[in-house]
């Protein structure tokens, strides 16, 4: 199961101005998950949903404070338990990172044990491995029609040379493609992505998930579709 670490998640797809303070963040307050009843056991996804086991809630801070339960930060990260029969590009076992704001996403509790019901499409991107690090994240493969992208810094000055203080800088929205998802269906067709890795491209400023290793490189991964072009020096 990915280890998270440091890492923190943030989306605000399709949206020209900053998020509201406190929405959109997939590490968010711990709730409650619905608790089934003791006599029920399993729980099987239909369709195409998606059976998360969800990792273990961060205890305490980087700074080693000891955090009480209702502080504790929702995991986006856990391993597959099961999947629906019309789920094509996931299986049983895969470590993934996921949206926790997805249309219809659940955390419920089944025998003591914590999950995430979540549809196909929420599932962001399969780590290489189930013992997976936050260091990882580069060799992530995105899911669908997503691509990971390595964010470009923002300037340090203007165009004519003032320089700005890091609170003044604009949020950057160049990256170099580093890995394509394999396409998505629709209306019963495959639909390959079609950006290709090493391409500079332009996306939305806020969209998609954002990754902050710990050497400081911001990675996001984004729907193709919010990428607004290519570019070239």
Not at 136 to 160: F, I, N, S, W
Request: glycine fraction near 10%.
């Amino acid at each position: 199961m990915l280890s998270l670490g440091s890492l923190r998640l943030r989306g605000y797809a399709g949206r020209s101005r900053a998020p509201p303070r406190g929405r959109f963040c997939l590490t968010r307050a711990m709730a409650k998950p619905m608790e089934l009843p003791s006599s029920f056991t399993t729980l099987r996804p239909l369709k195409d949903m998606v059976l998360v086991k969800t990792a273990d809630s961060e205890k305490e801070t980087q700074g080693g404070v000891l955090l009480p339960d209702a502080a504790q930060r929702k995991p986006t990260s856990g391993d597959i338990a099961d999947v629906g029969p019309d789920v094509k590009g996931l299986k049983k076992g895969d470590t993934v990172l996921y949206s926790k704001f997805g249309i219809g996403a659940t955390d419920v509790k089944v025998a003591g044990t914590e999950y995430c019901m979540l549809r196909e499409c929420d599932v962001i991107g399969i780590m290489p491995t189930a013992a997976a690090r936050i260091e990882d994240v580069p060799q992530m493969k995105p899911c669908q029609d997503r691509v990971l992208l390595r964010v470009e810094e923002a300037a340090d000055a203007t165009a004519g040379g003032v320089l700005l203080p890091s609170s003044a800088k604009e949020k950057p929205t160049i990256a170099e493609v580093v890995t394509c998802g394999p396409g998505k269906e629709e209306d019963g067709e495959h639909v390959d992505v079609k950006l290709k890795p090493g391409q500079k491209v332009v996306f939305f400023k806020w969209a998609g998930e954002k990754m902050n290793m710990p050497d400081g490189t911001e990675y996001n991964v984004i729907p193709e579709r919010d990428v607004l072009g290519t570019i070239q020096a």
